[in-house]
């Protein structure tokens, strides 16, 4: 069953942020993800969520999903980001 990581990023520090989005792509592909969303343009709909850069991956499985998160690319990559964005982040099953 297909997973999905969304995230909510609040970019603090944007030169800094443009190694994550470097280290990033690579350690998502490595893993069997891809972009779905990307940063584009969002529309409340409903609720107080005032979300910030949202970014939507999907991935083969929840395991994968978890693999690419704590893999040794993508924790390289969030050492890169590290002070350069607040992420609130979540991985959940689809149908």
């Given at each position: 069953?297909?997973?999905?990581?969304?995230v909510?990023?609040?970019?603090?520090?944007p030169?800094?942020?443009?190694?994550?989005?470097?280290?990033?792509?690579?350690?998502?592909?490595?893993?069997?993800?891809?972009?779905?969303?990307?940063?584009?343009?969002?529309?409340?709909?409903?609720?107080?969520?005032?979300?910030?850069?949202?970014v939507?991956?999907?991935?083969?499985?929840?395991?994968?999903?978890?693999?690419?998160?704590?893999?040794?690319e993508?924790?390289?990559?969030?050492r890169?980001?590290?002070?350069?964005?607040?992420?609130?982040?979540?991985?959940?099953?689809?149908?």
């Open positions: 069953m297909v997973a999905y990581i969304v909510d990023c609040e970019v603090l520090d030169a800094k942020y443009e190694e994550y989005k470097k280290l990033a792509p690579e350690a998502i592909a490595k893993h069997g993800g891809k972009y779905l969303a990307r940063g584009g343009q969002t529309a409340m709909l409903e609720g107080d969520w005032r979300p910030n850069r949202i939507i991956l999907e991935f083969p499985t929840l395991e994968a999903a978890r693999r690419f998160y704590t893999s040794v993508y924790t390289a990559a969030r890169a980001r590290a002070g350069a964005a607040k992420m609130e982040i979540i991985a959940v099953e689809g149908v």
